[in-house]
């Protein structure tokens, strides 16, 4: 964990560690009992989400954000389907209203960005904008 404080990067892929049944790794000794496997995972999960928040914060500083893709409709913090999510050139996840406005999937926007929306069960954080 002290390591991984001091290198670069804004997001981790964590997951615990588990045997399959029948399989030579059921049979090592000194295996980590799955409670303390899930106490690391849920340490690093912790600490990922720190740091992709500071992440989107210092975008969200920045007011705006120029050519995000929107990959099409999706569920939005308030866990209606009726939102618009894509990417931004630096791999920002970013969410909006579509409006009264008709946006197609595939289209590029610069967006003004609003506030952060943080899925802290899902481990991820996302944008919200509006053109």
């Keep these: 964990v002290a390591l991984l404080r001091d290198l670069p990067w804004h997001r981790l892929h964590v997951f615990p560690y588990s045997e399959r049944k029948g399989t030579p790794a059921t049979r090592l000794p000194g295996s980590v009992p799955v409670a303390e496997r899930r106490r690391?995972?849920?340490i690093l999960g912790t600490l990922?989400?720190?740091?992709?928040?500071?992440r989107y914060e210092?975008?969200?500083?920045?007011?705006?954000?120029?050519?995000?893709?929107?990959?099409?409709?999706?569920?939005g913090p308030d866990g209606e389907r009726d939102w618009l999510g894509g990417y931004s050139r630096d791999y920002l996840r970013v969410l909006m209203r579509p409006g009264a406005?008709?946006?197609?999937?595939?289209?590029?926007?610069?967006?003004?960005?609003?506030?952060?929306a943080v899925d802290r069960a899902a481990g991820d954080v996302s944008l919200l904008g509006e053109i």
């Design 101 to 116: 406005m008709k946006i197609e999937s595939n289209t590029v926007v610069d967006l003004k960005i609003t506030s952060l």
């Design 48 to 54: 990922s989400l720190e740091r992709l928040r500071a």
């Design 58 to 75: 210092a975008a969200l500083d920045q007011k705006r954000v120029d050519s995000v893709l929107i990959e099409g409709r999706c569920r």
């Design 40 to 42: 690391r995972a849920s």
